[in-house]
């Protein structure tokens, strides 16, 4: 019956929900335990809360009624984390879900350490441990330690104070420079001198470390002399007696010798350091076997800068330097050379052409090979090629040049030089007989093609310079007249021409048609043209200059003088 009447209650709140009404269903924890078997259905067990929510004192109880209350609040150390109600309500067995949430509670910060610091890994929130530590040279006094606890902090701010040294030391035969104090602070020096004629060993200087004592050690005052060394073969090029602790010398051995050892010393407490050194002759022993050739001088050993000539027999080469010096490394340098036995590789082939000795692979010293060109060819160079002592073919291969024939003939023309065949490149000059005249280029030359270039020229013939006539001339007046070129005759005024006024150069040599004869006077326009004085006046003019350009060239009859 109970069960009956607890579902038709959220049955009817669902209802409700569901037809939108104002009154919402509240929202039920999630983590509410089920009911025991001693509570009725409407009856709340005690909730299960968030994280660090605990039930207030006077809201305790195991079993809540329907529609009744209770208050919440933070465990111990720890604050609201949001602001929402506090209160939850059982609503038929169900207690309604709460947004309210816990939080660490802040121990706020630490107070800052005067020459010191907190190390802060855990923030600074309730639980919280950190741990405090003094910067270099300062000590802690009291508990290094503080925790986040209910009111707060644990413990007192902590003191960083300043590490001291008590005991000041003394040295014998120093003191220190300036009056010590009583004590010295973390970092404080004390710098210490010897006395007259006193060297110090170790730092002049100490200082108050973080453990309250003095470091490093402080020095010690002594008397230190060193005895000048005496090194054989030797020069001493720094330094000088007397030789005081941290004096210098550097020595170099003489020209020749090599030094055992370190040249730059200094005088310490126990004496020279390093060592001094030794001085040994610098010698360079003999070569090894020379097969093939020799070298001179030839004895056991060699001293620095004592060199060494090598040759060779014949038919074979030096590989290698000529000379060679005994240095200081107790090597020659460069090294000894050999003799090879000469060879020369197989000679360069030549284009249009050929050797015409066996071809190897090796030719030995001395041997020769000949070269001849193919048809149509010259060989240029020498045809002979030895293998002499630097592995080469001496002389350089000949080259095989193409030739051309002779060139062509042109009518009416010759050319020179004559010769039964040309060099490429060789050129040949055309020129025509007396009455014609070359047309093209005068000079052609054989080409790598074997034909001669350009085209050869041609003769063509020409007419000699026109006739001149009498009381007449002709147009135009040029050194030669080929063939189509046209020639004009005119006369003066009151001349008529006796033939044709054009002529033509053409083949043969002859003009066509021929040439007039003479301009002869035409009477019958002087008689038209001398009908008044005036007209007569300028002819007589015309005609006077007429004869007057023309004296000593043309003729006049004598009738026409009378005129």
Not at 381 to 394: A, D, N, P, Q, Y
Not at 492 to 520: A, D, M, W
Request: hydrophobic share 25%; with cysteine; glycine share 8%.
């Amino acid at each position: 019956m109970l069960c009956n009447t607890f579902l038709l209650l959220l049955f009817l709140l669902k209802a409700v929900n569901i037809r939108g009404g104002t009154t919402a269903v509240p929202e039920l924890l999630s983590t509410q335990n089920p009911p025991e078997s001693t509570t009725t259905s409407a009856q709340c067990q005690r909730p299960t809360l968030p994280d660090k929510v605990i039930l207030k004192a006077d809201s305790y109880k195991e079993i809540y009624e329907k529609d009744s209350t209770a208050k919440l609040e933070c465990e111990p150390g720890y604050t609201p984390a949001t602001f929402v109600s506090r209160t939850i309500k059982c609503l038929g067995g169900i207690w309604t879900e709460t947004k309210f949430r816990c939080k660490k509670k802040s121990c706020g910060a630490l107070k800052d350490i005067p020459n010191g610091r907190y190390l802060i890994t855990e923030g600074i929130e309730f639980g919280a441990v950190v741990k405090a530590e003094c910067n270099l040279g300062y000590e802690l006094y009291g508990s290094d330690t503080r925790v986040c606890k209910l009111n707060g902090w644990t413990g007192r701010d902590i003191e960083c104070e300043v590490v001291k040294c008590t005991e000041v030391p003394t040295i014998a035969n120093g003191k220190p420079e300036e009056e010590p104090y009583s004590q010295y602070e973390f970092g404080q020096s004390i710098s210490y001198r010897c006395n007259k004629d006193f060297d110090m060993f170790g730092d002049s200087t100490i200082t108050c470390s973080k453990d309250g004592k003095f470091q490093p050690a402080p020095p010690e005052c002594l008397k230190i002399s060193c005895a000048r060394p005496e090194i054989p073969d030797a020069t001493r090029t720094e330094g000088r007696s007397p030789y005081r602790y941290k004096s210098t010398v550097r020595y170099e051995c003489n020209r020749g010798y090599k030094m055992n050892g370190e040249g730059y010393l200094v005088c310490q407490k126990d004496g020279w350091v390093p060592p001094p050194p030794n001085c040994t002759m610098v010698t360079c022993p003999k070569p090894s076997v020379f097969d093939n050739g020799y070298f001179s001088p030839d004895k056991e050993l060699y001293k620095y800068e004592e060199k060494l000539t090598f040759s060779c027999k014949k038919g074979f080469r030096l590989e290698g330097a000529s000379e060679i010096v005994c240095t200081m490394d107790e090597i020659f340098k460069p090294p000894p050379p050999r003799c090879v036995v000469v060879t020369c590789p197989t000679p360069q082939s030549i284009s249009n052409g050929r050797i015409n000795d066996p071809i190897l692979n090796i030719y030995n010293y001395g041997q020769t090979v000949t070269y001849s060109c193919m048809e149509g060819f010259r060989l240029r160079g020498e045809s002979r090629l030895s293998c002499i002592e630097t592995g080469k073919f001496h002389p350089n291969p000949p080259t095989c040049v193409r030739t051309c024939p002779g060139p062509p003939v042109i009518a009416n023309g010759e050319f020179d030089p004559v010769l039964v065949r040309y060099d490429s490149g060789q050129a040949v000059t055309y020129s025509c007989i007396k009455g014609f005249r070359l047309q093209g280029a005068s000079k052609v030359s054989c080409s790598e093609e074997g034909t001669f270039k350009p085209n050869p020229p041609e003769c063509v013939e020409t007419c000699p310079t026109p006739p001149t006539i009498s009381n007449g001339e002709f147009d135009p007046h040029l050194k030669q007249y080929d063939q189509g070129q046209k020639v004009t005759y005119s006369c003066p005024v009151g001349y008529r021409l006796n033939g044709f006024s054009t002529i033509i150069c053409s083949k043969g040599g002859k003009y066509h048609p021929p040439p007039p004869t003479q301009c002869e006077l035409h009477w019958g326009a002087i008689a038209i043209f001398t009908t008044t004085p005036l007209a007569l006046l300028a002819l007589g003019g015309a005609l006077f200059l007429r004869n007057k350009k023309n004296a000593g060239k043309v003729a006049v009859k004598t009738e026409e003088d009378g005129l």
